[in-house]
C-alpha cells in the first residue's frame, strides 16, 4: 500500500470520528439540551432578522434624507438665482431712473452713477424708484461737486450783478467751498451764495 492511500484513510478515519463525536454530543444532550439548543438557534435566527429589518430601515431613511438635502440644495440655488437676475435688472432700472433725474443738472448724466451708490435706492416691487431721493442726492451731489452741474461757469451779466441789473450775493468758489462745514454750505445756499456753483443763476 503507497503512502497516498494510507493517508487518504487516515483522513476519512478522522472526519468519521469527529462526526461520531458531533452526534454522540448531540445525543448525550437528551431532549430538554435539544430543544434548549434549537430555542437558542432560533432566537439568534431572530435577532439577525431584526438586525436585517433595522439596517433596511436605516438604509431607507438615509436615502430619503440624501433626497430631502438634494431638493433643498437645488431651491437654494434655484433662489441664488433667481436673486441675481432681480438684483440685475433692479440695477439697470436705477442706472436708467437716475441718468434721467440728472439730465439737465450734470452736464453729463451718467456722472450720477459714478457718483452716488446705487446701493442707497430701492426698487418696488413695480419697478418703480422713489424720485424725490434721487433729486435729493443729485442736489447734494451737486454741493460736493459743483464741477459736475451742466450749468457750471455758465451766467450772464457782470460778477457782482445779475442779468436785471440786481446784485447778487457773494458767491462762494469752488476752493473755498472745499473748506466750508455742511452747516456753513447749507447756509451758503439759503442765502443763495451757491447759486452760481450750482448752476442756478445764469
Given at each position: 500500500m503507497s503512502d497516498a492511500t494510507e493517508s487518504t484513510i487516515e483522513t476519512?478515519?478522522?472526519?468519521e470520528t469527529d462526526t461520531a463525536e458531533t452526534i454522540e454530543g448531540q445525543d448525550a444532550l437528551g431532549d430538554p439540551g435539544k430543544r434548549a439548543l434549537d430555542?437558542?438557534?432560533?432566537?439568534?435566527k431572530a435577532a439577525?432578522?431584526?438586525?436585517?429589518?433595522?439596517?433596511?430601515?436605516?438604509?431607507?431613511?438615509?436615502?430619503?434624507?440624501?433626497?430631502?438635502?438634494a431638493?433643498?440644495?437645488a431651491e437654494?440655488?434655484?433662489?441664488?438665482?433667481?436673486?441675481?437676475?432681480?438684483?440685475?435688472a433692479n440695477h439697470r432700472i436705477?442706472?436708467?431712473?437716475?441718468?434721467?433725474?440728472?439730465?439737465?443738472k450734470l452736464a453729463d448724466p451718467s456722472d450720477a452713477a459714478l457718483y452716488l451708490d446705487l446701493s442707497e435706492f430701492t426698487v418696488s416691487?413695480?419697478?418703480?424708484?422713489?424720485?424725490?431721493?434721487?433729486?435729493?442726492a443729485i442736489s447734494d451731489l451737486l454741493v460736493r461737486k459743483p464741477h459736475l452741474?451742466?450749468?457750471?461757469?455758465?451766467?450772464?451779466?457782470?460778477?457782482?450783478?445779475?442779468?436785471?441789473g440786481q446784485r447778487e450775493p457773494a458767491q462762494v468758489s469752488e476752493a473755498e467751498l472745499e473748506n466750508m462745514t455742511p452747516a456753513q454750505i447749507n447756509e451758503a445756499r439759503r442765502n443763495g451764495r451757491l447759486d452760481r456753483l450750482l448752476g442756478t443763476k445764469h
Amino acid at each position: 500500500m503507497s503512502d497516498a492511500t494510507e493517508s487518504t484513510i487516515e483522513t476519512t478515519e478522522a472526519v468519521e470520528t469527529d462526526t461520531a463525536e458531533t452526534i454522540e454530543g448531540q445525543d448525550a444532550l437528551g431532549d430538554p439540551g435539544k430543544r434548549a439548543l434549537d430555542a437558542m438557534k432560533a432566537q439568534r435566527k431572530a435577532a439577525q432578522d431584526e438586525a436585517k429589518a433595522y439596517k433596511a430601515e436605516l438604509d431607507a431613511l438615509k436615502a430619503q434624507a440624501q433626497g430631502r438635502e438634494a431638493e433643498h440644495a437645488a431651491e437654494i440655488e434655484k433662489q441664488r438665482i433667481k436673486d441675481e437676475a432681480l438684483g440685475a435688472a433692479n440695477h439697470r432700472i436705477l442706472r436708467s431712473e437716475l441718468k434721467a433725474a440728472a439730465t439737465g443738472k450734470l452736464a453729463d448724466p451718467s456722472d450720477a452713477a459714478l457718483y452716488l451708490d446705487l446701493s442707497e435706492f430701492t426698487v418696488s416691487d413695480d419697478g418703480d424708484v422713489d424720485s424725490d431721493a434721487l433729486d435729493a442726492a443729485i442736489s447734494d451731489l451737486l454741493v460736493r461737486k459743483p464741477h459736475l452741474s451742466a450749468k457750471a461757469g455758465r451766467f450772464d451779466g457782470t460778477v457782482d450783478q445779475g442779468p436785471r441789473g440786481q446784485r447778487e450775493p457773494a458767491q462762494v468758489s469752488e476752493a473755498e467751498l472745499e473748506n466750508m462745514t455742511p452747516a456753513q454750505i447749507n447756509e451758503a445756499r439759503r442765502n443763495g451764495r451757491l447759486d452760481r456753483l450750482l448752476g442756478t443763476k445764469h
